[in-house]
């Protein structure tokens, strides 16, 4: 069993910062890839950013310069921080926790937090 429980969402003006976190616990190892998923109302869930347990990154494109995703590998968590935030990153931000099964791959998904960018 893997539980991925996050926090940090809430309500921010547009240019403001919100820092996400996300604890994993249960059946989970630090070798594996983290990362942060998001899905805005009427729109398919999307990559945000990933991270492997030797630090390397990937950035989805629109917050490539705004975002940065870090993680604690003795404490199975990882961060968001999001700056200089826009009306369009308003969404549902998901943790993920992705296992490799042979040659396929199982993904966790956290409950999800509310981002809200507005003035």
């Known amino acids: 069993q893997v539980q991925l429980v996050e926090s940090g969402g809430g309500l921010v003006q547009p240019g403001g910062s919100l820092r996400l976190s996300c604890a994993g616990s249960g059946n989970i190892f630090s070798a594996n890839d983290m990362g942060w998923y998001r899905q805005a109302p009427g729109n398919q869930r999307e990559l945000v950013a990933t991270i492997t347990s030797g630090g390397s990154t990937n950035y989805a494109d629109s917050v490539k310069g705004r975002f940065t995703i870090s993680r604690d590998n003795a404490k199975i968590t990882v961060y968001l921080q999001m700056n200089s935030l826009k009306p369009e990153d308003t969404a549902v931000y998901y943790c993920?926790?992705?296992?490799?099964?042979?040659?396929?791959?199982?993904?966790?998904w956290g409950q999800g937090t509310q981002v809200t960018v507005s003035s």
């Open positions: 993920n926790y992705r296992r490799p099964i042979g040659p396929l791959t199982r993904d966790y």
